[in-house]
Structure formats: C-alpha cells, structure tokens
T-cell receptor, first 114, second 113 residues
Framework: DGGITQSPKYLFRKEGQNVTLSCEQNLNHDAMYWYRQDPGQGLRLIYY???????QKGDIAEGYSVSREKKESFPLTVTSAQKNPTAFYLCASRPARDRVYEQYFGPGTRLTVT | EDKVVQSPLSLVVHEGDTVTLNCSYE??????LLWYKQEKKAPTFLFMLTSSGIEKKSGRLSSILDKKELFSILNITATQTGDSAVYLC?????????????FGKGTKLSVIP
C-alpha cells in the first residue's frame, strides 16, 4: 500500500524546544516538499528536495531545518528560532523533478507550541 | 514574485446549486495549474491543467484553463454536502533550477442541505 506517512498526527511542545516531524514515502518519488498551513491561508513552501543529499530553501525556511539522507525520508526540524511554530505541516512528494506530475500529500502533523 | 489569487474566499450554497470557483495567477515560466480539495486534512488532487481551452471533467466537477488571460475556473454542478471543503488552486512554475508550486489561499465552500 503505497503512500506518504507523517507522524505524529498531533504534537505538543513547550516554547524553546526543537521538534522533528517525520515524513516517509514508499512511492519511489524523487522530489519531496514541506509546507506550512495557517488558518485561512494556503500552503507555503518551507523546504524542498529534488534528490538525495540535496535540498533548497522555500519561501519561509527561517527557523526550520531538513535532511535528505534517504530517498524515502525527509524529516523537518522546527527549531526554537521559529517565531510562530504553531501550524499544520504537510509533507508532499512527486515522481520526478523534470516532468509534469501532481504532488501527493501526506496526512499532515498539527504542531502546537505553548 | 509568483502570485495566485482565488475568489471568492468563501461561499455558502444550497444543495443542488452550481458553483464556479476562480483562480488567477501571475507567474514566470508557467508549467501547470492544479486544483486540490482539502477537508481538514491532506489536500487531495482533483485536476492538472497545462493547455488552454481543454476542459477536464470528473463527475460533477470540471475545470478549464485560459493561459492568455491567466486564470482557471473550477465548476461543481448539483452540489452535495460532501462537496463542502476548501478548494486550493496551485500553479507550478520554474524557479531556480527546479519547479515549485505556489498556492492560493483557497476557497472555502459550504454546502447546506
């Protein structure tokens, strides 16, 4: 059963703590993406990776970090430097970086920082 | 800076009504326009449009792209309560060596019985 999994579904943290959100896909997709969604807003791109061991900043990368050590995995760390970390985080992937395909989304992680 | 604007931002209709959602864009190096449906969780893919004037259809939903006027519409006929969701429009364009999606803020559709 192929797809994208994100864990956990809900995450609560105290301010000042770093937290890592998991994203795994078994679709054999090359490209992976992290988005943030706030209420009443569309999705904003945080980081993306077109290939293993390579990633680029999106529009709102400040306060976040990522790694892409394996094709299947693209974890996102929300650091204490991120001023407003409470949001809904979505991971996505697509088959290839140089052809027209839609992005497939995981179920999301809702992060609350107090 | 790439921009995608959706209208209206919210819409309330009665079951059976027909609705039209709008998406206009300003991007450099356009490649495709996508529509997604989001119901409190992950967006689910509806349509991808790359060519002007060719309607894509799936059941009661249809969509068309106008690359000259830089907009797309999503039509839903005979709406049902299950159509209640946020509909997201996204445009894929070439950035610095890669393709990225820019999303609009979405249209929140509420269908009441």
């Amino acid at each position: 059963d192929g797809g994208i999994t994100q864990s956990p579904k809900y995450l609560f943290r105290k301010e000042g703590q770093n937290v890592t959100l998991s994203c795994e896909q078994n679709l054999n997709h090359d490209a992976m993406y992290w988005y943030r969604q706030d209420p009443g807003q569309g999705l904003r791109l945080i980081y993306y990776s077109q290939i293993v061991n390579d990633f680029q900043k999106g529009d709102i990368a400040e306060g976040y970090s990522v790694s892409r050590e394996k094709k299947e995995s693209f974890p996102l760390t929300v650091t204490s430097a991120q001023k407003n970390p409470t949001a809904f985080y979505l991971c996505a992937s697509r088959p290839a970086r140089d052809r027209v395909y839609e992005q497939y989304f995981g179920p999301g992680t809702r992060l609350t920082v107090t | 800076e790439d921009k995608v604007v959706q209208s209206p931002l919210s819409l309330v209709v009665h079951e059976g009504d027909t609705v039209t959602l709008n998406c206009s864009y300003e991007v450099t190096n356009f490649r495709s326009l996508l529509w997604y449906k989001q119901e409190k969780k992950a967006p689910t893919f509806l349509f991808m449009l790359t060519s002007s004037g060719i309607e894509k259809k799936s059941g009661r939903l249809s969509s068309i792209l106008d690359k000259k006027e830089l907009f797309s519409i999503l039509n839903i006929t005979a709406t049902q309560t299950g159509d209640s969701a946020v509909y997201l429009c996204a445009v894929e364009a070439r950035g610095a060596g890669s393709y990225q999606l820019t999303f609009g803020k979405g249209t929140k559709l509420s269908v009441i019985p």
